[in-house]
């Protein structure tokens, strides 16, 4: 489920924040769905460059809100009814989703079909130019 989940070191948002965010994201329009498994906490902290305490708070968080559910050794999944939590969960924070926060979707989805960035941008560059 990594795909798509990035830390800005450059962002003053905290990195647990900006994991979480972007799984309710990846939630919320689809890309992730209910009972995809997400990846182990020392994986995913590796992969990203970041501490583990950074990773299980994002999950500690995401399972207070409903988002996922952890078990011994089922590992962290995505949880029943999660989308509908994690869009109420965005328009609450935003008033609905915002410019960036649509924009990661599309990202995360069209990367997750195979995408590469140059693509992406094109596709982004297309859709612009139309009326």
Do not use: N
Not at 70 to 96: N, Q
Not at 109 to 115: L, M, N, P, S, W
């Amino acid at each position: 489920m990594s795909v798509g989940l990035r830390v800005d070191a450059g962002d003053p948002t905290p990195p647990y924040e900006q994991l979480r965010r972007q799984v309710l994201v990846h939630v919320a329009t689809g890309v992730v769905t209910e009972g995809a498994r997400m990846p182990p906490v020392r994986q995913l902290a590796a992969d990203l460059g970041v501490a583990a305490g950074t990773v299980a708070r994002t999950y500690k968080e995401l399972e207070a809100s409903g988002i996922v559910r952890t078990a011994r050794r089922a590992g962290t999944t995505i949880a029943a009814g999660a989308a509908e939590l994690a869009r109420s969960s965005l328009a609450v924070a935003d008033s609905g989703p915002g410019v960036d926060e649509l924009a990661l979707g599309f990202v995360a989805t069209a990367r997750a079909a195979g995408a590469d960035d140059a693509a992406i941008e094109a596709a982004v560059r297309s859709a612009l130019s139309r009326p």
